[in-house]
């Protein structure tokens, strides 16, 4: 599969968990959408904290995410249920950390296991426990986005660290409900960029970039390589037919 | 994809790094692959641009190994270098890597490269030219990158097993820089094939390495040049 499939695939059918876009395409396209508003909020969370937890470290290998701190979603937002020792943290998103106008922003099937590098607790994570906070407090998305835009320049929030990356490599992961769980794939969390200059989105190139999305609130590009093993060390390659 | 064995190698004396063969890959592997000036100049630039995909490499500026370093073969548009990577164990070549380096790399680190085959066109020692990059790092002549990555999409990427004593080919990958970054950022120090990222080579030249998923054969079929 070639990255411009990839990448038709990645946009037609959702994407992760990638920097948001403009609100005002998102607003229009709530109407029409299959899930157009929030649902009610037990449907975002799960009533069996281990399972979870378990999902969550299932987007790394357990070489890694045996030793993760882990977070879990309650009503009000995440709350750590493991301490770690290795510096990274697992945590299963949801479907607003999305793309804002992607059709699964509101849908509460949403899964998305991530595990983060240290680089990236400190400059990434903060965006995804900001996000659903304020998600979580009833805010819009427009409202949402106004947030984030003020602290970031007020300088309350991180630019992406260099060598800032995470793992999607969970074979439970829902992504949406056209891909489902998609590739396993690592991403790369870069200061924003255009792709062109990256070399990404090219045939025969492995490293994904969506461009298809307005840039949002988030100062990052990220960068996507799909791998051919899940976390388990199963393979991965035959999976392109079968997830979306 | 039957494993054979890992090996490992440094680059020039500084970093290192682990790769997968395969049985097939290795059989495949010519004896000698190594390459050096003398190699024909139409040929190292094949290899070179065999390194990333025809969009990349078709505008990248191309560098080929000369009697006294590499020589600039052709000027491209975009800031992409392609070359062939060349390390060594004291005086044995032990890696002939196509590589095309991202706007960023060829700002920062395609320095160094160049530095290491101009010393090693001198006869200066792999324990000189380590020490010499270390010294350009130290007072400024060199810099660490920025964020990027680079190709090494080739199908004739080759490195030597000095614990096998056979050649082998590295499978397609990318690598993005991640200067001064450790194994604690990658999470784990095993170098097999399901732990990716790993991480190679230290200080500002350190790397995270991502075997890439081999796309389909219709998108993929030899080098990553050709289609």
């Known amino acids: 599969?070639?990255?411009?499939?990839?990448?038709?695939?990645?946009?037609?059918?959702?994407?992760?968990?990638?920097?948001?876009?403009?609100?005002?395409?998102?607003?229009?396209?709530?109407?029409?959408?299959?899930?157009?508003?929030?649902?009610?909020?037990?449907g975002y969370l799960m009533a069996d904290r281990d399972a979870?937890?378990?999902?969550?470290?299932?987007a790394a290998p357990p070489a890694l995410s045996s030793d993760a701190n882990v977070l879990v979603l309650e009503k009000d937002g995440y709350h750590t249920a493991i301490e770690g020792k290795n510096g990274f943290t697992c945590v299963v998103e949801r479907g607003w950390m999305s793309p804002l106008d992607s059709t699964d922003f509101w849908n509460p099937k949403l899964r998305g296991p991530i595990c983060y590098n240290p680089a990236a607790v400190r400059s990434i994570l903060p965006y995804t426990i900001l996000r659903t906070k304020l998600i979580l407090s009833g805010l819009t998305k427009d409202q949402m986005v106004e947030k984030i835009q003020t602290e970031l320049a007020g300088g309350l929030l991180p630019l992406p660290e260099p060598g800032a990356m995470s793992y999607m490599m969970s074979k439970n992961q829902y992504l949406g409900d056209g891909p489902k769980h998609w590739h396993?794939?690592?991403?790369?969390?870069l200061p924003r960029s255009g792709a062109a200059s990256w070399g990404a989105n090219l045939d025969g190139s492995p490293v994904v970039v969506d461009t298809d999305h307005h840039e949002g609130p988030e100062p990052e590009t990220i960068f996507m390589v799909p791998v051919d093993h899940w976390s388990d060390g199963t393979s991965a390659v035959h999976n392109d037919s079968a997830s979306h | 994809m039957k494993l054979m064995g890992w090996m490992k190698t440094t680059f020039a004396g500084v970093l290192s790094i682990g790769v997968l063969l395969s049985s097939a890959a290795a059989q495949d592997t010519p004896q000698d692959p190594t390459v050096t000036a003398s190699t024909p100049r139409e040929r190292q630039i094949e290899l070179a641009l065999s390194a990333a995909?025809?969009?990349?490499?078709?505008?990248?500026?191309?560098?080929?190994?000369?009697?006294?370093?590499?020589?600039?073969?052709?000027?491209?548009?975009?800031?992409?270098?392609?070359f062939i990577w060349r390390s060594f164990k004291e005086?044995?070549?032990?890696?002939?890597?196509?590589?095309?380096?991202?706007?960023?790399?060829?700002?920062?680190?395609?320095v160094t490269v160049m530095r290491r085959e101009e010393l090693r066109a001198q006869g200066k020692s792999e324990a000189e030219i380590k020490d010499d990059i270390a010294r350009g790092y130290k007072d400024g002549r060199y810099n660490a990158p920025g964020p990027g990555f680079l190709y090494m999409m080739s199908n004739a990427n080759y490195f030597y097993d000095s614990e096998a004593k056979q050649w082998g080919a590295v499978p397609p990958h990318v690598m993005f820089y991640a200067p001064n970054k450790t194994v604690k950022d990658v999470g784990y120090e095993s170098k097999s094939p399901t732990m990716v990222p790993y991480l190679t080579g230290d200080g500002p030249e350190a790397l995270m390495v991502v075997m890439a998923k081999k796309p389909a054969e219709d998108s993929f079929s030899g080098d990553s040049h050709k289609h």
Not at chain 2, 91 to 110: H, I, Y
């Open chain 2, 91 to 110: 005086t044995k070549q032990v890696s002939a890597s196509p590589a095309c380096f991202d706007a960023e790399g060829s700002r920062t680190l395609m």
């Open chain 1, 1 to 42: 599969m070639s990255a411009k499939i990839i990448k038709a695939a990645v946009i037609a059918a959702f994407m992760l968990l990638v920097a948001p876009c403009s609100p005002r395409p998102a607003q229009a396209q709530d109407a029409k959408a299959p899930y157009p508003a929030m649902a009610p909020l037990d």
């Open chain 2, 53 to 82: 995909p025809a969009e990349v490499s078709s505008k990248a500026t191309v560098y080929v190994l000369g009697p006294k370093g590499y020589e600039k073969a052709r000027e491209g548009a975009g800031g992409f270098s392609c």
């Open chain 1, 184 to 189: 396993s794939h690592l991403m790369f969390h």
């Open chain 1, 52 to 58: 979870e937890i378990a999902l969550a470290k299932s």
